[in-house]
């Protein structure tokens, strides 16, 4: 009788790889990406070559394709901006063709809550046939640019993005990094992706127009920023701050630069660009403000918002023994004294802000990691928040700092 070969062969295949053996096949490998950002001035003046720059395909001569979006309180404020617009791009039109009227979308937070934007970003790029190698060229603050750039990153799998930042808040912080997204399911950015811009482009002449409430939102990121890695910015928003408070730009510009290169070179240098493996220090105090804006349906701005984490988890981080309490003060005055609020009466709902901490760890991923600033300058996470003591700090900061909840106006 033959041999049954086949079941032989399967019984040969056993010997070879027995259940539950495991056979990896693969490398690591890289994407090189380069980050972009330039400071600059009257970006849309026609004689200005930076945006030129930016777009032209050199090897082909071809103008490549571009779609505008721009926030419509931006132009609100400054309504000659289509205009400005149009007439660089017809003085380049050699270089740059526009496939559609510019898209003119809701700011603030209201581009982020709903799809909206999002959807209408996906359809102009399919109506204008806007390909990999097309641009979108989005003009707002820091929601407004999260949302076209989520649109951006998930057509064609990712089309180059050039980020025209428009508001202090923008330039230093939400418009440099490489996030993009909107939010879902009643949580900050559920929906989201890691894609670095093509660009960033900070005009200093964008930021004149700014309400002063706008203006100064920003600085909690400066502050932020300082207290866990420069002493020496920390230090020069102390001594400027209320000179800042009052809409100073020249002041601001410095401040507003050396924010934006800490979170640049927290990006590129910080071995974990798209948060793969650990969290992020420059998330420093959102745990909080992400549940606060929340808490108050986003009528608390998110640069308030964040100030208030700040100033919760430093003097949190003073109750616990990690930072003194002169550091924490002099934080809380710096902020105070920068115009911006470091209580809300939503404070008091310490049960529903602490369901933000669960949140932070799902967006994080993993272990639950809050930034604490140890020193001006220095930082460690904590893996735990006590419940009680955090609702001590809390109804402090009610209690204490009042005539703080917002000096400028109410919310």
């Given at each position: 009788?033959?041999?049954?070969r ?5 019984a ?21 990406f380069r980050?972009r950002m ?43 901006l289509?205009?400005e ?18 898209l ?10 709903t799809?909206d ?25 820091g929601?407004l ?42 949580k900050?950015?559920?929906l ?8 960033i ?12 409430r ?29 000179t800042?408070?009052?809409?100073d ?12 290169e800490?979170?640049?070179?927290h ?7 798209f948060?793969?493996t650990?969290?992020?220090p420059?998330?420093?105090?959102h ?29 949190y981080a003073t109750?616990?023994?990690?930072l003194d309490s ?15 609020p ?9 049960p ?21 600033a ?5 930082y ?17 900061l009610v209690?204490?700092?009042?005539g ?8």
């Amino acid at each position: 009788m033959k041999p049954n070969r086949r079941c032989t062969d399967k019984a040969d295949a056993r010997q070879v790889i027995n259940p539950g053996t495991q056979q990896e096949r693969g490398a690591d490998f890289e994407v090189p990406f380069r980050h972009r950002m330039h400071f600059t001035r009257d970006i849309f003046e026609p004689s200005h070559p930076l945006l030129r720059q930016l777009i032209e395909d050199t090897e082909s001569g071809q103008p490549r394709r571009v779609i505008i979006a721009v926030d419509d309180g931006l132009l609100r404020a400054r309504p000659e901006l289509l205009d400005e617009m149009h007439e660089y791009i017809a003085a380049h039109r050699d270089a740059i063709r526009l496939s559609t009227d510019a898209l003119i979308l809701p700011g603030g937070e209201d581009a982020k809550n709903t799809s909206d934007v999002f959807n209408t970003v996906c359809q102009a790029i399919h109506d204008g046939k806007i390909c990999r190698r097309s641009y979108v060229i989005a003009i707002g603050g820091g929601a407004l640019l999260d949302a076209v750039g989520f649109a951006a990153a998930c057509t064609h799998r990712g089309v180059r993005l050039i980020r025209l930042p428009s508001t202090t808040l923008a330039q230093a912080d939400a418009g440099v990094g490489v996030k993009n997204g909107i939010n879902a399911f009643g949580k900050k950015n559920f929906l989201g992706s890691f894609a670095p811009p093509w660009a960033i482009v900070n005009d200093q002449r964008m930021l004149e127009t700014l309400s002063m409430r706008d203006f100064r939102s920003g600085f909690s990121e400066a502050v932020k920023v300082a207290l866990l890695k420069d002493v020496t910015l920390f230090e020069s928003l102390e001594r400027d701050a209320q000179t800042l408070c009052n809409g100073d730009l020249e002041r601001a510009t410095p401040i507003i630069e050396r924010t934006a290169e800490l979170h640049i070179d927290h990006i590129v240098a910080g071995g974990d660009p798209f948060e793969l493996t650990r969290a992020r220090p420059l998330d420093f105090g959102h745990w909080a403000a992400h549940k606060l804006e929340q808490m108050t349906n986003f009528a608390l701005p998110h640069g308030e918002a964040v100030s208030i984490g700040l100033a919760l988890d430093t003097l949190y981080a003073t109750r616990i023994g990690l930072l003194d309490s002169s550091i924490s003060l002099r934080t809380i005055d710096c902020l105070s004294r920068l115009g911006l609020p470091v209580s809300h009466d939503r404070l008091k709902d310490v049960p529903t802000l602490l369901t933000g901490l669960e949140e932070f760890r799902e967006h994080l991923g993993g272990q639950l990691a809050i930034t604490m600033a140890i020193d001006i300058g220095k930082y460690i996470e904590v893996h735990e928040i006590d419940p009680a003591l955090l609702e001590q700090v809390a109804n402090e900061l009610v209690d204490v700092f009042p005539g703080r909840t917002n000096r400028h106006g109410t919310l």
